[in-house]
C-alpha cells in the first residue's frame, strides 16, 4: 500500500526544520548530543544547527533527560532526533512520546529489522504505534489530533548502516517503504569491515561499502546522511550526501580545549 510518507509528504509545518530543509535540498546539518542537560541542550540549540541527535544509545541520556532535552531543542526552532537503543517497540515508542522530528535506529542489518523498525514508529493503518500521550504534539506545535493525521508522513525514519550485514543487505532495506534516511555509522562500520577505528578513508572495502550505501538510497528515493568529525569534510560531504551530523557536544568540548591548551603552552 502506497502512503505519504516525509519524502513525498505535502504537510507543511515551519516548526519541522529538519524535515524541511532536507525537503529543499538545502543539506541540513546536524550534530550529537551526550551529556544529559537542558542547559547543554539550549546551548547547542543556539549555534545554528538544524538537528541535535539526542543520543541515547552511547550518551549519558535516560528517560527524563530525554524528554527534557526534546522539549528545549523544538522551542528553540531546532529539530530533536533521537538515536534509540535499540529497535524494540516500546524503546521506539518511548521515543516518539517525547516529541521528536525523527528517530535514528543503529545497527540495522536486514529489511525485516527495518520494517519492524516502521510498523512501531507509525500509528495505523500503516504501523501499530499506540496513542496516548498528550507530548509528542507539543514538539510540532500542533494539537493531539492535528499530530495523529500528520505524524506518520512528516517523522523522519533514520536507518544506521554500520555493520558488514547492514551493507551488504543495503539495497532490501531502502526498499522498505516508511524507510526515511539511511546514515552511515563511519567508525562502527570501519570496525566490522576493517576490524580497526577510524578507518583511514583510502581502504577499498571501506570506500566501496560507503559507495554501496549512498547509491542504494539514491537508486530507491531515500536521503542519505553520515558522520563527520568537522565543517571541512561536512563541506565536502555535501556532493554525495543530504545531510550530516558534525561529531557532538563532548567532542566538541575536549577539542576545543585541547586545541586552546595547546596554544597556550607553545
Known amino acids: 500500500m502506497s502512503y505519504p510518507t516525509p519524502l513525498t509528504t505535502k504537510v ?70 533521537i538515536r534509540i537503543r535499540g529497535p524494540a517497540h516500546d524503546i521506539i515508542k518511548r ?13 540495522i542489518n536486514n529489511a525485516e529489522e527495518a520494517e519492524q523498525i516502521v510498523a512501531s514508529s507509525k500509528f495505523p493503518p500503516q504501523g501499530v504505534r499506540g496513542q496516548g500521550s498528550a507530548f509528542p504534539a507539543i514538539g510540532h506545535g500542533l494539537t493531539t489530533p492535528e499530530y495523529m493525521k500528520t505524524a506518520n508522513e ?16 543495503v539495497e532490501a532495506i531502502c526498499a522498505v517503504p516508511g524507510v526515511d534516511l539511511v546514515f552511515i555509522g563511519p567508525n ?12 583511514r578513508g583510502d581502504e577499498p572495502e571501506f570506500v566501496a561499502a560507503i559507495d554501496k550505501v549512498v547509491a542504494a538510497a539514491q537508486k530507491y528515493g531515500k536521503w542519505a546522511g553520515r558522520m563527520v568529525n568537522n565543517g571541512t569534510m561536512a563541506k565536502e560531504a555535501r556532493a554525495r550526501y543530504d545531510t550530516v551530523a558534525i561529531t557532538g557536544d563532548t567532542k566538541a568540548i575536549q577539542n576545543w580545549y585541547i586545541s586552546e591548551f595547546d596554544v597556550a603552552r607553545s
Do not use: W
Open 95 to 107: 521515543a516518539l512520546d517525547t516529541g521528536a522530528h525523527g528517530i535514528m535506529v543503529p545497527q
Open 188 to 199: 562502527d562500520l570501519a570496525q566490522s569491515l576493517l576490524g580497526y577505528v577510524p578507518a
Open 12 to 81: 507543511s509545518n515551519p516548526r519541522l526544520r529538519l524535515l524541511n530543509k532536507l525537503k529543499g535540498g538545502e543539506f541540513p546539518l546536524m550534530t550529537f548530543m551526550a551529556i544529559p542537560s537542558v542547559r547543554m541542550a539550549q546551548i547547542v540549540a543556539l549555534t545554528g544547527v538544524d538537528g541535535i541527535i539526542i543520543d541515547c544509545e552511547h550518551g549519558h541520556i535516560g528517560d527524563d533527560a530525554m524528554h527534557n532535552s526534546v522539549a528545549a531543542i523544538s522551542s528553540l526552532g531546532v529539530s530533536p532526533v
Open 154 to 169: 512528516t517523522i523522519v525514519t533514520m536507518i544506521q548502516i554500520e555493520t558488514r550485514a547492514g551493507v551488504e543487505n
